[in-house]
């Protein structure tokens, strides 16, 4: 009570709101529905025509006073909510159906990170990871798919325990919604170490999510710690060189399992060439971040992409990019004289290139760069082990 006490009497300047366990399950959630209601009624734009001031009015009387002659603001009335973010385990699948059908279609930023949306341990490990859509992706995708989404421009999914089936079924929405506004998608998967079971580490195969008439003004992808593979990295690689993606400005895949050194050198050298030909300007014109950050190694077959990024004249206008670890041998002694050479894109400040170099060659031709290059390091921070045995 205390909490809606204190909704009730919000100003209207507040336009963020951060909601916890306490204000959305059990006894709060009735409250917090109507609250959410009230505050779309309250906006011009969106309120229903056949609805009476008399009518609003009545809404608040169980709770509040009434106010005199229907000029002071009643309950949450004046109030436009921009950004709503649902603190970790506040909504799960019980809650889900009724929080999203009050949202107000003021929200423009949502972030339900840490919610578990998907259909639960329980439900994978009966019926199989990614087995069926969970009841709080089919309710947030039913909003989406109302209209009264249009404005939101940020959607943050990260830790939502949702699978691939659950992330077709938001492609679906966001087509079935006309294409939609939305600039940042966030879909960090849960820590492999946090997760309960091996199926929470999110698997992503589907691209649908990437089709411009899904999200024609995506700027910012995140997919860190997802299991992405060679199935998802092709279908990426298509989307991107079909000009599905030309908006993008941040990829993040900070942690996500690219499927490198599994073993298969022929299946992993056309993953790698896939990936890396897609990193050029006349396919991302405007990506400035990249973020490869602990997705593997570069090794003998991912050298490819060292290539791609040092290549001043075609690489997208990178501004900031973190790499993974760099395993250098004699076979790509001349990567490791690229990197020498200091033609990187910048690198992140907070992000320390690691370069273990595993035979001689590799050694000579970096040092050697490196003293020879005019262009100062691209880098803040380097851990360099040279391990190339007696010789």
């Known amino acids: 009570r205390k909490i809606f006490l204190l909704l009730k009497f919000l100003p209207s300047s507040v336009k963020h709101l951060v909601l916890g366990p306490s204000a959305v399950k059990g006894a709060a959630l009735s409250r917090l529905c109507l609250f959410l209601k009230e505050a779309a009624a309250s906006l011009p734009s969106f309120a229903s025509p056949s609805a009476s ?5 009545a809404s608040f009387s169980s709770s509040s006073a009434s106010e005199e002659g229907g000029k002071k603001k009643g309950k949450g009335e004046g109030i436009c909510l921009k950004a709503l973010r649902f603190a970790d385990d506040s909504v799960g699948p019980s809650e889900a159906p009724r929080v999203f059908s009050a949202l107000p279609p003021s929200v423009e930023s949502l972030s339900l990170e840490g919610n578990r949306l998907g259909p639960g341990v329980e439900a994978l490990l009966g019926r199989g990871v990614n087995a069926l ?4 992706v089919d309710a947030l995708a039913g909003w989406l798919k109302s209209g009264k989404a249009s404005r939101l421009l940020c959607l943050n999914l990260s830790r939502c325990n949702i699978g691939e089936e659950d992330l077709q079924a938001l492609a679906g929405a966001f087509r079935k919604a006309g294409g939609m506004k939305i600039e940042r998608l966030l879909l960090q998967a849960e820590r ?3 997760s309960q079971c091996v199926g929470l580490w999110m698997r992503v195969t589907t691209t649908q999510l990437l089709h411009r008439e899904a999200l024609p003004n995506l700027r910012e992808l995140c997919l860190a710690g997802c299991r992405l593979g060679p199935q998802f990295i092709k279908g990426f690689a298509s989307q991107v060189r079909a000009g ?4 993008l400005e941040i990829l993040n895949l900070q942690g996500a399992d690219l499927g490198m050194a599994r073993g298969d050198l022929a299946r992993d050298e056309a993953v790698a060439h896939e ?10 014109p405007a990506l400035k971040d990249l973020n490869l950050g602990g997705v593997g190694k570069i090794d003998d077959v991912w050298g490819v992409l060292m290539t791609s990024l040092v290549n001043e004249g075609e690489r997208p206008p990178l501004q900031r990019v973190a790499l993974p670890p760099l395993w250098l041998t004699s076979r790509t002694a001349d990567v490791a ?6 033609r990187l894109p910048p690198i992140r400040g907070d992000h320390t290139v690691e370069v273990r170099l595993k035979s001689a060659a590799a050694a000579a031709a970096l040092l050697g760069a490196l003293r020879e290059s005019s262009q100062p390091p691209p880098w803040t921070s380097l851990s360099l082990t040279i391990g190339v045995g007696r010789s």
């Open 53 to 57: 001031p008399s009518a609003t009015s």
């Open 133 to 136: 859509v969970g009841p709080g």
């Open 192 to 194: 492999r170490e946090q």
């Open 244 to 247: 599905q993606l030309c908006a």
């Open 275 to 284: 990936f890396a030909g897609a990193l050029k300007a006349s396919f991302l």
């Open 337 to 342: 004289r690229l990197l020498g050479e200091c």
